[in-house]
């Protein structure tokens, strides 16, 4: 599944806010296009900082109400990359995380292979998958040669 543009997702949010009666504010389209503009997979935390020193002042309150929104839409996913609390990325084809422990980048993994043996140990365990989230926490090569700092060292 492809990205999807700005002006799509905000279609996509006015569509799912009018099916539910709630009203599509300048707040709310501000929350969407930091998200959009932002790169990277942002906490929500960091997207509220954004917007309350903007011009256009957005409460914390209204940030974390408003990404739960776009996470039910299907716009975003949250994962907690290994530091409890939740970042935030633009929904697109499923992928997993190796998050490095010391300087915290976090690499986007996809696998065929991976998707395979996850299906295959639901099946032998008559369980079924609706969900799932995989963070591999370790350390990039750049912190292990030297380049970093080890968090843990």
Avoid at 18 to 35: F, N, Q, Y
Wanted: proline share 2%; with cysteine.
């Amino acid at each position: 599944m492809a990205i999807p543009t700005y002006e799509e997702a905000e279609r996509t949010l006015r569509k799912y806010l009018s099916l539910r009666g709630l009203r599509c504010t300048v707040e709310r389209l501000a929350i969407l296009r930091a998200i959009w503009e932002h790169r990277g997979h942002p906490s929500a935390e960091e997207i509220a900082q954004e917007l309350t020193e903007g011009p256009l002042y957005v409460s914390r309150a209204t940030v974390y109400r408003t990404l739960d929104l776009l996470v039910e839409t299907g716009l975003l996913t949250c994962s907690s990359l290994g530091e409890g609390h939740r970042h935030y990325e633009i929904g697109a084809e499923h992928h997993d995380h190796l998050i490095c422990r010391s300087c915290g980048r976090v690499i986007e993994i996809r696998s065929a292979d991976m998707e395979k043996l996850q299906d295959r140990i639901c099946r032998e365990n008559d369980f079924e998958n609706v969900s799932h989230s995989l963070e591999i926490i370790g350390y990039c090569s750049h912190c292990r040669n030297g380049g970093g700092r080890k968090a843990d060292s």
